[in-house]
Nanobody
Framework: QVQLVESGGGLVQAGGSLRLSCAASARTFNSYAMGWFRQAPGKEREFVAAMRKGGSTYYADSVKGRFTISRDNAKNTVYLQMNSLKPEDTAVYYC???????????????WGQGTQVTVST
């Protein structure tokens, strides 16, 4: 039983930065892998970044070197720091928690409501 509440989305110019937050209500927050996905209009939801239970991270090639995923177990919160943003980063961003995790949607059991990120030229 995990509930996720996202914040931090908004409008930013190309080259700028945003930090997304996802607060989780779970007694065993550190028992889950955490991930970020995004979905642009007319496109499928795609993997962005994830952190394993042990703390290691991995990223989609499109965001590697620009985005950083982190988590604070004491605060039950996962973050996505987004730097050097591009117009093609525009999408609804979703945080997710799962026992298995991975790069596919099936590895996650709980999802946030999504937050809009818009990058202008």
């Amino acid at each position: 039983q995990v509930q996720l509440v996202e914040s931090g989305g908004g409008l930013v110019q190309a080259g700028g930065s945003l930090r997304l937050s996802c607060a989780a209500s779970a007694r065993t927050f550190n028992s889950y892998a955490m991930g970020w996905f995004r979905q642009a209009p007319g496109k499928e939801r795609e993997f962005v970044a994830a952190m394993r239970k042990g703390g290691s991270t991995y990223y989609a090639d499109s965001v590697k070197g620009r985005f950083t995923i982190s988590r604070d177990n004491a605060k039950n919160t996962v973050y996505l720091q987004m730097n050097s943003l591009k117009p093609e980063d525009t999408a609804v961003y979703y945080c997710a928690a799962g026992v298995i995790g991975g790069m596919g949607l099936a590895g996650y059991d709980y999802w946030g409501q999504g937050t809009q990120v818009t990058v202008s030229t």
